[in-house]
Structures are given as C-alpha cells and as structure tokens.
C-alpha cells in the first residue's frame, strides 16, 4: 500500500528523525511504498535551545523525503494536508511528541481524508510542562484515528484525551536503534575516544536536559567509593540549554577528573564508539516516558542503569539487563558500586542479548497494521 510518514525526518537531526527514516524502511522492506514528509522550518530559532537543528550527515539513500511543513505557518499545513489528500495514501503514520506541533500536524491530518491515521505517541503529556498543553495535544488526538504508544504510561495517558476509547489504541516498545552500525571491540572503541584501556566507564548519552537527571549522576561520581574504584563518566551529548548550571554543580564537587566531557552533538557515525567504550550505560531521568537510548544499548548490548519512573523499568528489567534505582544520586552511586565490584557485566550483557529480541522493527509494524485493519471505516 500507499503509505506517507508525517513528522521529522533528514535534514533534522536526533532521535525522531532516526525513527522515522528506520520506520520508512522497514515499510519499504514489507513491499509497501513510501514517502516521508517534513518541515521546511521545525522549531522557530527562539524555541530551539540547541546548536542547530540540522543533521551534517549525507541524505539517506532509497527514502523519498519531501521538505513541505512548516510548523508556525498556516498556509503550509493547508497545502501540506491538500498534497496528503491528492497522493490519497491507504495510512499516515505520525509521531507525536510535543504539544507545539498539534496544530501543524493535527490540520494536516485533518485534511488528508485518509481512512487510516496512526500516531506513534512519544509523549501525550510533556516532560516539561508549558500553558496549553492540554488543549494542543487534544486537538491533535482527535484528528487520529488510532495511537500506538511506547510506553504503558503513556497509553494510560491516552484516557485524558479519550476517556471513551473511541480511537483504538495499544502498546508496542520501541524498537532498536540498529542503524548505528555493527558494535566494535571495546578496546578500538576507546583508543578513538582517546581513553586508557584499563578504564572503567559508565556512559551518559544524549540532549542533556533537566528532566534527564544528570545533575543526580554527577551527584553519585562525587561518591568516594566510585573515585576509589577509578571509575569515570562519559558525558556524550549536547547540552540544551544553559551549561553553566552544570558546570559550577562539577567544579563544586570536585569530579572534573572523574568526567569525559564530549558535550556536542553526536554524529550518528560516532554514536558506536561510546557505547561500545561504556562498561554500563546511565539514564538517572527525573521523568520518562520510554527512551531511545535503551534501544541503542540494546543493539550494541549493553547492560543499564535506569530510575524507576515512567516506562523505563518495563523495558530494563531489573536484575535482568540492568538495574534499576530510585532517581536519588545515594541510589545511583550504590548501583554503580555494586555493578561494577559485583562483576555483573557479564550477567547482565547477556540478559540483554536475549531481551533485544523483543525489539524487531517488525513488531512495531505489525502492530501499526493490527490496529485499523483494512476494512476499518470511520
């Protein structure tokens, strides 16, 4: 069938693009036709904390990705949800992560007059909370025809914007970030970064924002028991935001020789030498939903460390691929401890060799396809 894909794609960089670009060819791969559509502006500059919004990556080969939406102006989503109407799909697909782009990607959809129109939800209700909210998301979920959420609190989410279950909606995890390319010995991975062989290394990885918690691990580095155990952070992502906070919080404790600071963007053709350099990977997140970088530390398997908040613990099993803590730095710094004095490395990595398989690209479009069977009507 005829299928476009609405949302985030190249020249846009980060996670939402990597998800839909994988999605599309997975699609491709199951015999169906596929276009991707994106923004010709994303985020205003103003609302962009971030160096740059774009990717420095090459256009990814055999996608058909179309520049079109932009999210601030009107008169685009008119002519956006008029060429979805005339190229008449069987299904749009639409991630759905912010309340901001509900009135872009809601009209769209609206105006497509497409019989099936999936969202794939992120987030219903944002980490980081603005006026309106409520009333965005909920235009947005009634231009849908069913949601396929990634986190069991997310679909939970659902019932404040359909208390009636009118819109079908399940739950499908995320699949792996598996395009990052094939995992490298440990010891290559760390003479890239330039990093002593002997080391141990937990890793923290992606946007550093508030809500991920990295003010609480910096908090555990400064434990006593890790400095003795010469362990060490690799901090690998952008900050979105102001550095500054965290910069005094580091020099304040004291653990600038305890830290690994690679705070820009990570290219995706970098991303495998810090998770293959990482003994253990570190989401320490205040709130979460579900997290793309457990997807990434499954395809290089590699045990983690996570709080218990949101759908994190649903997809690292504690004591199975990685432990899981109460998001307090004291918790944080026993679990890093203990994984390492332990040696439950070995443990762990292969509990996380059995778990990936869960996470075939093939689950989530099976469930795309089960939601709204063909002779579904409106």
Known sequence: MKVIILGTAWPYRGGLSAFNERLARQLQDEGHQVEIITFTLQYPALLFPGKTQYSTEPAPEGLTIRRMLNAVNPISWW?????????????????????????????????????????ILDNLVPHEHRIGDRVLTRYFVHSIDGMVAMSRSVLADADLFDPEHRKPRTFCPHPLYDHYGAAMPRQEALQQLGLSVEGHYVLFFGFIRDYKGLDLLLDAMADPRIEHAGIRLIVAGEFYGNPKPYMEQIERLGIEERLVLCTSFIADHEVGRYFCAADLVAQPYKSATQSGVTQIAFHFERPMLVTNVGGLPEIVPDGQVGLVVQPEADQIANAIVRFFEEGLAPQLT???????????????????YNLIPDDHTK
């Open 79 to 119: 002519r956006t949800g008029r060429y979805v109407r005339n190229a008449k799909p069987e299904m749009v697909i639409c991630k759905f992560w912010l309340p901001f782009m509900a009135p872009a990607l809601g009209t769209v959809l609206r105006l497509s007059h497409c019989r099936r129109r999936i969202s």
């Open 350 to 368: 292969e509990g996380v060799r059995q778990e990936k398989k869960r996470y075939a690209w093939e689950n989530m479009t099976q469930t795309i």
